[in-house]
């Protein structure tokens, strides 16, 4: 354990000194406390809480770490937990992590600071192990790690035996003839995923089965990751069975079933792996559980804490596994029935109506999620959906072209908010102000800024159903870690902290490219997506506006060649040098990636992709993501509309689409599936914004946003969108080339614009 000598020796001043800074007790020049800071942060001291109030025993105090207490199973261990100290003369304080390392450490250095007898920690992260090792371990302080436990470590540790029951259960279920069986567990990381399922695969293996990937399912254990993933991975080819291992993912997998038509136990058969008590099964009909007792685990870690409390140095560490009860479930409430095939859905014998959609091929998390829901659309209504997708380009195309023709392919079009201009100028888009106008309730759900997307000249043109803002991504552990924010403020005497403006992130961005800093822990300081020509003209666009400019000026008047201009050209090709490849060669799915898997610092993208970066079982950085406002504060307005055909017949069940769409309930899905809503009450659900906290920077950043709006007519022609665009990025791989001829280049690109309208 550090003490307040060893602070004293490597900070070069009195233990007094020391104890002035900690305790604020006498004042320290800023020098000296600075000093002394910067030991006590290098030699990871804890100040110690009951020797400053001059206690002379411990505090008679257990700390007990848990992710959450959002399920029954938790809450009943810290019933035993606390029933089993009650009349020992120990209070339990109880801290919840919500599987953030960062937090994790927080609360382990308030318990340490505040010197309790004893640690009982639920679900710790693997990257927290040395902080274990130095901060618990070697301060002698007694521990129990329950279910998850850091590799490598001596400490006492208590689980049930997760590979024992998923073996079991797998087996019984090929047994009764079940061939299609899906587990949903927990992150991959972490043991008890790890080893349910090496249980379930060496059951299959034992029956000579081969293991199907698609029907392993991670999670991040919330009940929002689990209905996400289920969505996502089981329900276009649902299973005969599905194995959960809590109540948490269990809720998410049920609802999935739920939602798109899935009986339990008629269609599908679920097991879960649950708390032991009388009346469980009328929790959740249909559901199998086994009888595991969460409560006799707090009670068993307990004791067992106490015991190694009372002579730690002598104690022998002890590793429990603990049983879930199988075998005496046979008869009564595990009882699996024989395998069924998955019945048909509650579907229309016949379709009264169906509803065509052209749709992009995109990766658009809502349109993806909009096409896993419309199940429940039908369900709901009757009404049969179909979707047809295709690329940017031939979409526009088709909009176009077939709202003209007597038999069009589509009722429905999904279509950017940039093309609406020329979209209404065509007269291809179907007149919408009467149902909005009509129905204020319906028009009461949508984002003001998402709805006004809609209107062109006061005409209504559809409904949006994505909407967001730039937000900038940074690596929050690289920006908090003292070493690297002590490098940062003497190369620049600024601290390192999320850019304000475009100077200050170009500055970061260079310091964290290995190129011009060799020492950089990323490969790079940014990346700027630049794969699409959409994509590029609004990085672009969104540096322009920051510096003052952009394509027209305040008379609507297209203005290229201004100072403004070429600022803002000057520092996006500036930032181009700090990227990991060439910008206009980077996909959207290339950047995520990149930062995903740590090669980048930093990136600006919409709050429609965020959830790529935020699913864990993708990411080796989650828990470590920062979000916060795009540099200058000028982000881009964009979304994707509804738009409907002019010829179609259909508007009765289109108006019924648009209700469901909007709706609070579907608005929920939406969000959880793609992390974003065009719709208000995902922005006020506090359980989605700790899910998505980026819910309300998007929010407030609409404030300031400003939309992509193109001269697209002139002397009756109409130029489409993406001609104006590829001008603008001809006009960025010239510049990169000519740096220095930025303003000529200016004006012979405003000529070439001026040129598509002659």
């Not at 406390?33 to 206690?55: D, G, H, Q, T």
């Not at 096409?371 to 429940?376: K, T, Y």
């Not at 002139?714 to 510049?735: A, C, N, W, Y």
Request: hydrophobic share 35%; net charge neutral.
């Amino acid at each position: 354990m550090i003490t307040l000598k060893e602070v004293a020796t490597r900070a070069g001043v009195s233990i007094a000194t020391v104890s002035y800074c900690v305790n604020g007790t006498k004042s320290v020049s800023a020098a000296t406390r600075s000093k002394v800071m910067k030991a006590i942060e290098e030699l990871n001291y804890v100040p110690n809480a009951a020797a400053r109030s001059l206690k002379s025993e411990s505090i008679m105090e257990i700390g007990v770490v848990f992710p959450d207490i959002d399920d029954y199973y938790r809450s009943e261990i810290l019933k035993g937990i606390v029933d089993q100290s009650e009349g020992k003369n120990y209070s339990v304080t109880v801290a919840f992590s919500y599987n953030s390392p960062k937090m994790e450490r927080k609360i382990i250095n308030d318990f340490v600071g505040k010197n309790v007898r004893g640690l009982i920690i639920d679900t710790c992260q693997p990257e927290n192990a040395d902080y274990f090792r130095k901060n618990v371990l070697e301060r002698n302080i007694s521990n129990v790690f329950i279910e998850h436990c850091p590799e490598g470590l001596n400490v006492n540790f208590l689980a049930f035996d997760n590979y024992k029951s998923y073996y079991y259960l797998t087996q019984k279920l090929l047994g009764k003839g079940y061939e299609r069986i899906a587990v949903v567990t927990g992150p991959w990381r972490l043991p008890p995923a790890y080893s349910a399922i090496k249980g379930y695969e060496d059951a299959l293996k034992s029956k000579g089965k081969e293991v199907d990937e698609a029907l392993v399912v991670h999670t991040d254990s919330s009940k929002e990751s689990s209905f996400r993933e289920t969505m996502q991975q089981l329900i276009k080819n649902p299973p005969q069975a599905v194995i959960t291992p809590s109540e948490s993912i269990l809720k998410g997998a049920l609802e999935a079933f739920r939602v798109c038509g899935l009986r339990v136990p008629e269609d599908i058969c679920v097991l879960t792996l649950g708390e032991e008590t009388w009346n469980r099964s009328n929790s959740y009909p249909g559901v199998l559980h086994t009888s595991r007792s969460a409560y006799a685990m707090g009670e068993q870690c307990t004791r067992l804490l106490l015991k190694d409390m009372e002579a730690p140095a002598l104690f022998q560490k002890e590793f429990h596994l603990l049983d879930d009860n199988l075998e005496d479930l046979e008869e009564s409430r595990l009882e699996i029935p024989e395998a069924v095939r998955p019945a048909p859905r509650n579907r229309p014998e016949k379709k009264n109506d169906v509803l065509r959609i052209l749709a992009t091929s995109l990766t658009l998390n809502s349109i993806q999620a909009i096409q896993l829901l419309a199940e429940n659309f039908t369900l709901q209504t009757q009404i049969d959906v179909e979707f047809e997708t295709c690329d940017l380009q031939e979409l526009f195309d088709r909009i176009v072209q077939e709202a003209d023709q007597p038999e069009s392919s589509y009722d429905i079009c999904v279509y950017d908010v940039s093309w609406l201009r020329y979209l209404a100028n065509a007269g291809v888009l179907k007149n919408m102000t009467n149902l909005l106008e009509d129905r204020p309730e319906l028009k009461a759900r949508f984002m003001k800024k998402n709805l006004s997307n809609c209107y062109y000249h006061d005409v209504c043109y559809g409904v949006p159903i994505i909407g967001g803002t730039h937000l900038l991504f940074y690596r929050r552990d690289l920006f908090e870690t003292p070493s690297i924010q002590r490098t940062f403020q003497q190369q620049h005497h600024l601290p390192l902290r999320p850019p304000a403006t475009w100077t200050e992130f170009n500055g970061i961005a260079k310091f964290f490219t290995r190129k011009y800093n060799p020492d950089s822990p990323t490969l790079a300081g940014t990346a700027i997506e630049g794969g699409l020509t959409e994509d590029l003209t609004l990085e672009i666009l969104v540096r322009l506006w920051s510096f003052g400019g952009g394509l027209l000026d305040e008379n609507g008047k297209l203005t290229l060649n201004t100072p403004q201009n070429i600022r803002g050209f000057q520092s996006i090709l500036e930032t181009a040098s700090y990227t990991c490849q060439n910008a206009t060669e980077t996909s959207r799915d290339k950047v995520f990636q990149d930062f995903g898997n740590g090669k980048i610092a930093m990136m600006i993208s919409f709050s429609e992709y965020a959830s790529k970066i935020r699913d864990e079982t993708h990411s080796d950085i989650i828990t470590k993501i920062g979000y916060s406002q795009m540099p200058g504060r000028m982000p881009a307005n964009v979304g994707w509309n509804l738009g409907v055909n002019p010829r179609t017949e259909k508007m009765e069940a289109i108006e019924k689409f648009f209700d469901w769409c909007s709706g609070r309930q579907n608005s929920y899905y939406m969000t959880i599936l793609s992390g974003q809503s065009a719709v208000v009450y995902p922005h006020k659900n506090h359980e989605l914004i700790k899910l998505y906290p980026w819910l309300t920077l998007s929010e407030s950043g609409q404030k300031s946003s400003r939309s992509r709006i193109y001269p697209y007519r002139g002397k009756q022609k109409l130029v489409k969108p993406r001609e104006i665009e590829l001008i603008i990025k001809d006009l960025f791989l010239e510049m990169q080339e000519k740096p220095d001829k930025i303003s000529e280049l200016l004006v012979s690109g405003q000529k070439r614009i001026e040129k598509l309208f002659s």
